[in-house]
């Protein structure tokens, strides 16, 4: 690599494949050597070690202070090269993209399912600093890298959700002394209060086709799920129930959505389907679920479930299997990866909020690095071409 080079790549690809739960990658104390050409490579010093494939490549500076990148993930067993790629012109800050681009072609490579790691990720930071709280909302790469502040408040910002292209953010602002959903683009350029009517105004989820946002209101007196249309502004009233229905997730074909209601006196997650309106309950397991997301493929409905505690539990809707994910105490906001392989989540820490991974099999999880304060409210974005 370049000498004093501003990125370890090798570092970011490792803890990118670690993250996703499908490998183990070898730590450099134990490599037996460091080739960076094909040529270099003497696959009999790395048979023992039980190694399928090699990532090799280097990392050069060019006149001008941008970089080259050359990089080749090589079969070990077979000794041949799988892929090769060079980048060249690449700036000092967009060093860490490429390192998710290469995770994205490995993973691509091995498992045949399309890497998520060059994605983003939106979550909100809450800082006390001396008696008053600061409310960030933020983007960051998906490991948590490179965080951009989007909008700062001393009121509480909620539920931030992320249009199917990427480039808004719905969310609930309490900046005019109570809850209304705005729509935002990343850019800036645009801002708009979408619902402040009275009572709640709350849990924006935006339609798979962007045309739509899903939101809980009370204005009708009890809190009920509305769809609006976001060229009309007009309402339709989805649920009509006493008690409080919230959290909605759309199905991955926009047809119906999945919500969270008490109205069995309890939170369960139930389904509206948008053409007959009809309801029905869907998850049985345990007297506490809520927070439904949906996977991108509508298989796997993610929640948070309450036992001993709560935790991110994953219900397969095809076969109906129920599985608990996680084992820390307090578990919140599940969102899934855009290629629905991962989890994030926030997780309470010893008293503090913090954003977590873990893979849909459960196999392994991972804490993500986020600097400022307490950590709350993850969305995962969609894939960004």
């Known amino acids: 690599a370049a000498k004093d080079a501003p990125e370890d790549l090798s570092a970011i690809i490792a803890a990118d494949l670690r993250r996703s739960g499908h490998f183990r990658p070898l730590s450099n104390a134990n490599l037996p050597a460091l080739p960076h050409e094909p040529e270099q490579i003497d696959f009999q010093q790395w048979r023992p070690l039980d190694v399928d494939n090699m990532v090799i490549g280097r990392l050069l500076e060019e006149p001008g202070g941008t970089y080259q990148i050359d990089m080749r993930f090589m079969d070990v067993l077979r000794k041949k090269q799988l892929i090769g790629k060079r980048w060249t012109g690449i700036k000092k800050d967009n060093l860490r993209r490429i390192a998710h681009q290469i995770s994205d072609l490995i993973y691509q490579e091995l498992t045949g399912v399309r890497g998520a790691f060059n994605t983003q990720i939106a979550y909100v930071t809450l800082r006390k600093v001396g008696k008053k709280r600061l409310y960030t909302l933020e983007i960051s790469d998906s490991d948590g890298y490179n965080p951009q502040p989007i909008l700062k408040s001393n009121d509480p910002i909620m539920s931030p959700s992320w249009s199917p292209d990427g480039t808004k953010l719905a969310y609930v602002s309490f900046e005019s002394g109570r809850s209304n959903v705005i729509v935002q683009s990343l850019d800036g350029t645009y801002r708009q209060v979408v619902a402040n009517y009275k009572g709640i105004n709350s849990a924006p989820a935006w339609s798979p086709d962007g045309q739509k946002l899903a939101m809980t209101l009370s204005k ?154 307490e950590v709350r409210e993850p969305a995962w974005g969609p894939y960004l071409d």
Do not use: C
Request: net charge neutral.
């Open 220 to 373: 009708g007196g009890s809190a009920d799920i509305y769809l609006m249309d976001l060229q009309t502004k007009r309402l339709k009233q989805l649920t009509r129930n006493w008690s409080i229905e919230t959290e909605a997730a759309w199905s991955a074909n926009g047809k119906s959505l999945f919500f969270n209601s008490d109205r069995r006196g309890q939170p369960q997650v139930f389904q509206v389907f948008l053409d007959t309106g009809e309801i029905r309950r869907v998850t049985f397991n345990g007297r506490y679920n809520a927070n439904p997301e949906i996977s991108p493929d509508g298989r796997y409905l993610a929640m948070v479930h309450g036992n001993k505690g709560f935790h991110i539990a994953l219900q397969d809707l095809y076969t109906n299997d129920f599985t608990v994910l996680t084992d820390s105490f307090l578990d919140e906001s599940p969102t899934f990866s855009p290629n629905g392989e991962m989890i994030l989540y926030a997780m309470n820490k010893s008293g503090r909020g913090e954003l977590a991974v873990v893979a849909i099999d459960g196999k392994t999880s991972q804490t993500l690095k986020v600097k400022n304060g």
